[in-house]
Every structure is written in structure tokens, then in C-alpha cells.
């Protein structure tokens, strides 16, 4: 998989990365450790070099899962991690930082991004000038490589990038979820800064295997995901069934078609999550997804089906 440059970073990065949410098993059903170091690995062997994890993701478990996976490879792995909203003050990035280099095994993290916004989920406020203090501390000792933010506005971005070089944005963006194109995308491309989209498939809408009337577990996240509620639901099952012709002509599955599409975006690579081996592995296989002109246009107009009949901003699970 020909890899990209992360923003104007050193970084080299796959634009189908390997996410590992699932991986810490909070928030998430029938999770074995197993099974993700087993998808992990093959993800890498099928040409996912990059990895994101977060701290919060079962309090480091995701990271220690990763590394089980990875470590005896890390030299030719992009480590993607997080500080979360909790953990904004100068020292308490340092220490968090330390925790992860820890959990993953290594000395180096590729890519060290911010998780929400200070103040998110009733967090302390903390001026982003004192965490963006931090991690140019660490990015001068070399702990990191580069610096990232995650679920920013264009607004938070703009006064973020005031304080030092920012080189990614990881915004909830799929085919059915696209706040960011009116939002911080410009930006971004006017300032070389890549999109590391999460939940590209809808956490699994975009694959097409949910039919209508599915129930989630209560514990698991994907209850309250507003896109598998009443008539998003409905509309994302119409704008499937548009989509398989074109998935069909690709010889393609509908989730490599939405992740094909994605990674044609502008400066966008999507991160993918997967419980399985072969998931991870068809992932890996949009890559080769060529589309034209044409069909990313046709493809664009059918998300719209969903995407304009309701409002994709803030956050899509109601928390």
C-alpha cells in the first residue's frame, strides 16, 4: 500500500489505518483479546502499517493490545495514540504521554493527538496554549513525532495551530457523516494538514450487513449512534441499495466502495476498525479501489440521501 506524508510531517503513513477502538472492549460486545491481536497483526501483513489507538480505549488496555501485536515489528509501524480531555494540563500530558510510550512498548509514539477539546465530557477547561506547551516539549525530546487533534472545529484548529505545527485532524467522517467537508476540510487543505477520518463505515453501516430493525446490545456504543436510529436508518438503507450497483461493478464489497471513496477525498485517509482478520484484510483491499471522477460524484450524491435530511455536526453517539 503506497503510503502518504502526514501532513508536513517526517511521518509516512497507509491511507487505510488499522483502529483499534474495539480493541480496550469498553463500550463494545463480545471483545476477545484473541481475536485483536490476531486482526492487528493482520492488518499489518496486509499492508496497514499504521495503528491508532487511544488512551482512553479500556484505560491503556488498546495500546498493551497493540503492542502484543506489533512490537516485535515496530520499526516498520506508525504508532497513532491519544491523550484524552481529562489529561490537558501541562504535567498531565507529560505523564500520560509516558503511560502510553509504556502500554505500546516503545520509546517513540509517530503521532500524539489530542482527543476532544478541552472542556469535553465536563472536563477542566485548559487553555490550549499550555497543552500544546506539552506536546512541543515532547516533540523536542523526540517522544513524538508529530502533533494532532481529534473531534477540533475548524475554530478550535485555527487557535491550536496558533501554538505550534499541527499535522492531522481526526474528525468522525464517512459517506453518511460528513460535517467535516463544510467545516474544517478547507482548512486543512489550505494548511497541508491530513484528515485521519474515524468510523469511515458508519461503524458498520456503510458495510450493508445491518438490516432493518437490527437491535444493539445496550452496552454496545452503536445504540446510541444517531445514524441506526428511525429514519437515518431507513434513508441509509435506500442509499445502499444505490450503492451495490457500483460496488458491483468493482467487483467490491460496499464497505471497500465507502472506504475507496473516503481515501479520494481531499488530503483524507480513513481509519478503519475490524474484530476480525479477514475484516482487517478487506479493508486493507480498498485501497486498490480505483475510482472515476464519475463515480465519486455518484457516490457523493447517494450519501446525500442521508447526510441532507439531518444534522451530522457535534457528536454522533447520544451521550
Not at 483499534?20 to 501483513?45: H, L, P
Not at 516503545?106 to 506536546?135: C, N, R
Amino acid at each position: 500500500m503506497e503510503k502518504r506524508t502526514l501532513g508536513t510531517s517526517t511521518v509516512k503513513i497507509t491511507p487505510i489505518l488499522m483502529g483499534t477502538w474495539q480493541a480496550g472492549k469498553r463500550m463494545w460486545v463480545g471483545i476477545e483479546d484473541a481475536d485483536s491481536i490476531k486482526t492487528i497483526r493482520a492488518a499489518y501483513e496486509a499492508g496497514i502499517t499504521t495503528i491508532d489507538t487511544a488512551e482512553i480505549y479500556g484505560d491503556g488496555h488498546s495500546e498493551q493490545i497493540v503492542a502484543q501485536a506489533l512490537s516485535d515489528v515496530r520499526d516498520r509501524v506508525e504508532y497513532a495514540t491519544k491523550v484524552f480531555s481529562n489529561h490537558l494540563k501541562y504535567q498531565q500530558v507529560i505523564e500520560a504521554c509516558e503511560r502510553s510510550l509504556k502500554n505500546l512498548q516503545t520509546d517513540y509514539i509517530d503521532l500524539y493527538q489530542i482527543h476532544w477539546p478541552s472542556g469535553s465530557f465536563k472536563s477542566e477547561i485548559v487553555s490550549i496554549e499550555e497543552t500544546m506547551s506539552a506536546l512541543n516539549h515532547l516533540k523536542e525530546q523526540g517522544k513524538i513525532r508529530a502533533i494532532g487533534v481529534s473531534n477540533f472545529s475548524r475554530e478550535q484548529l485555527a487557535e491550536a495551530v496558533q501554538y505550534g505545527r499541527i499535522d492531522s485532524l481526526q474528525p468522525a467522517y464517512s459517506l453518511f457523516w460528513r460535517n467535516v467537508e463544510t467545516d474544517a476540510m478547507s482548512y486543512c487543505v489550505e494548511n497541508n494538514i491530513s484528515i485521519l477520518a474515524y468510523s469511515p463505515l458508519a461503524q458498520g453501516l456503510l458495510t450493508g450487513k445491518f438490516a432493518p430493525g437490527h437491535k444493539f446490545d445496550p452496552e454496545d456504543n452503536r445504540s446510541q449512534n444517531k445514524l441506526f436510529q428511525g429514519e437515518n436508518f431507513e434513508r441509509a438503507q435506500q442509499a445502499l441499495e444505490q450503492l451495490r450497483p457500483v460496488a458491483e461493478k468493482h467487483n467490491c464489497s460496499l464497505a471497500q466502495l465507502a472506504l475507496a471513496w473516503l481515501i479520494a477525498q481531499p488530503q483524507s485517509n480513513a481509519i478503519a476498525g475490524a474484530r476480525y482478520p479477514q475484516q482487517a484484510q478487506d479493508n486493507a483491499k480498498a485501497a486498490e479501489v480505483k475510482l472515476s471522477a464519475e463515480e465519486i460524484a455518484q457516490i457523493d450524491n447517494i450519501g446525500r440521501i442521508v447526510t441532507s435530511h439531518f444534522d451530522n455536526t457535534g457528536i454522533m453517539w447520544e451521550w
